[in-house]
């Protein structure tokens, strides 16, 4: 599909979102079931369309705001929930953590135009586990919404890039190191957590330390055990706020 909803303006926006999760999925026998949200009726339409060229993607339902797509989320329990960032009456970020609650095994990709790193970082401790901007292509919310299903985490590549320097500014302004040692990781998972840092995914990391992409994954997994920790992307700032690396 040649549609977009808009040029891409970040230089390593050909490669497309970043991918980052633990797990590398398995083939589903099921369609991917889409809530999509947003207040604009004409965009909701557009997603319906050209998802609906998606053998295994299946729009299930939508909605106009953050206070319907909690009451949608409950009755249709979908896979993903494909969402504005602000919407009248109850907006997205507000809704992540009420849709988490009536929907624990729905997965939220945000969709916005909003590039600022506050909203980034309010629906990432929401319970979003993708944040895309407006501006790709229409092929690349359908992989994103496949990889995100398949328990990856999809940021767009300007902003992972906002979100290291963003990182990397914060430890520059806190001299303080926290009195509670930090779970001791291997000088393996060290590495793979610096690349994941980075933006890397599994495929690009094992070729990088010549590994299988099998082993990557039981690294990630180890780390997020250790840290006790949800996705890669709360590693990389807990690691970045513990001093564990550093991003120069």
Avoid: W
Wanted: charge should be negative; charged fraction near 30%; glycine fraction near 6%.
């Amino acid at each position: 599909m040649a549609d977009s909803f808009g040029p891409m303006h970040d230089e390593d926006a050909d490669d497309g979102a970043v991918a980052m999760g633990p797990d590398g999925g398995s083939p589903r026998k099921e369609p991917i079931r889409v809530l999509v949200v947003d207040d604009h009726a004409l965009f909701r339409r557009g997603l319906e369309i050209v998802l609906a060229a998606e053998e295994d993607i299946q729009v299930v339902g939508e909605a106009g705001d953050g206070a319907e797509a909690v009451d949608k989320a409950a009755d249709l329990l979908p896979d993903i929930v494909l969402m504005d960032v602000r919407m009248p009456k109850r907006g997205g970020i507000e809704a992540c953590t009420s849709i988490k609650e009536v929907a624990p095994s729905a997965k939220i990709i945000m969709l916005t135009i909003s590039d600022e790193e506050a909203d980034l970082y309010d629906a990432i401790k929401a319970g979003a586990t993708g944040y895309l901007l407006k501006e790709i292509s229409t092929d690349e919310v359908a992989t994103a919404i496949r990889a995100v299903a398949d328990g990856q985490s999809q940021i767009s590549p300007s902003m992972a890039s906002k979100l290291l320097t963003e990182f990397k500014s914060m430890i520059q302004r806190t001299d303080e190191r926290r009195l509670v040692p930090a779970p001791r990781l291997t000088d393996r998972e060290l590495e793979v957590l610096k690349l994941v840092a980075t933006g890397m995914n599994n495929r690009d990391i094992a070729k990088e330390l010549f590994i299988s992409e099998n082993t990557v994954k039981n690294h990630v997994r180890n780390i997020l055990e250790k840290l006790q920790l949800h996705s890669r992307m709360e590693a990389v700032v807990y690691a970045m706020r513990e001093k564990i690396l550093e991003i120069r």
